[in-house]
């Protein structure tokens, strides 16, 4: 079956403008999470979603950074007003359950110049 | 809070060699401790897992055994191939509510034929 999608695989945007990052996880998974991965460093966790309520976003850096999910499927993470430490890739991974296996998405590069 | 560290990169061997990549971790309680794999062009895979002390995870000929009294997860296999050539990332879950991941910041590993 389909794994975890994310789009766009790459983005390039300028210093101040929003963008918009999406991820589609594998059908009927409930958990979903966007990690970070800046360059030469681990990944960063950022938000959780459980079906469409976020009980933890302890992970998001600022008030630029907010996330939503709909219909228990798609979320989007958007990153307003960007900066150049915003560069990373954004990686997304869905579980069945929370304490269940989590599956990745390939990510998505984001680069601010 | 919790953290992991890994063996920094790049590792390069030849193809049969044995390889180890260290892993220790600094966690309240008892998490659970993974490896990750990432295949040039894809997503992070889960290599393999171990839940509680002294359980020892193994795939594809990978090993790695949870030691709590060196808080080690160290990743081995006797014969390296060069299909193994990869980014290997450690990590646990912080188990305080959704599986959240804390990874290590990845260890890149090149085998040569």
């Known amino acids: 079956g389909a794994g975890v999608s994310q789009s766009p695989s790459n983005k390039v945007t300028e210093k101040g403008k929003d963008v918009e990052l999406r991820c589609d996880p594998i059908?009927?998974?409930?958990?979903l999470y966007w990690y970070r991965q800046r360059l030469g460093q681990g990944l960063e966790f950022l938000i959780y979603?459980?079906?469409?309520?976020?009980?933890?976003k302890s992970g998001l850096p600022s008030d630029r950074f907010s996330a939503e999910r709909t219909g228990e499927s798609v979320s989007t993470l958007t990153i307003q007003r960007t900066q150049q430490e915003d560069s990373a890739v954004y990686l997304c991974?869905?579980?069945?359950?929370?304490?269940?296996?989590?599956?990745f998405g390939p990510g998505t590069r984001l680069t601010v110049l | 809070g919790n953290s992991v560290t890994q063996m920094e990169g790049p590792v390069t061997l030849s193809e049969e060699a044995f390889l180890t990549i260290n892993c220790t971790y600094t966690a309240t309680g008892y998490p659970s401790l993974f490896w990750y794999v990432q295949y040039p062009g894809e997503g992070l895979q889960l290599l393999l897992k171990a839940t509680k002390a002294d359980d020892k995870g193994s795939n594809k000929g990978f090993e790695a055994t949870y030691r709590k009294e060196t808080t080690s997860f160290h990743l081995e296999k006797g014969s390296v191939q060069v299909s193994d050539s990869a980014v290997y990332f450690c990590a646990l879950s912080d188990f305080q509510g959704a599986q959240k991941l804390v990874f290590g910041q990845g260890t890149r590993l090149t085998i040569n034929p």
């Open positions: 059908s009927g998974h409930t958990a």
């Open positions: 979603f459980q079906g469409n309520s976020a009980p933890d």
């Open positions: 991974a869905s579980s069945l359950m929370t304490s269940g296996e989590q599956f």
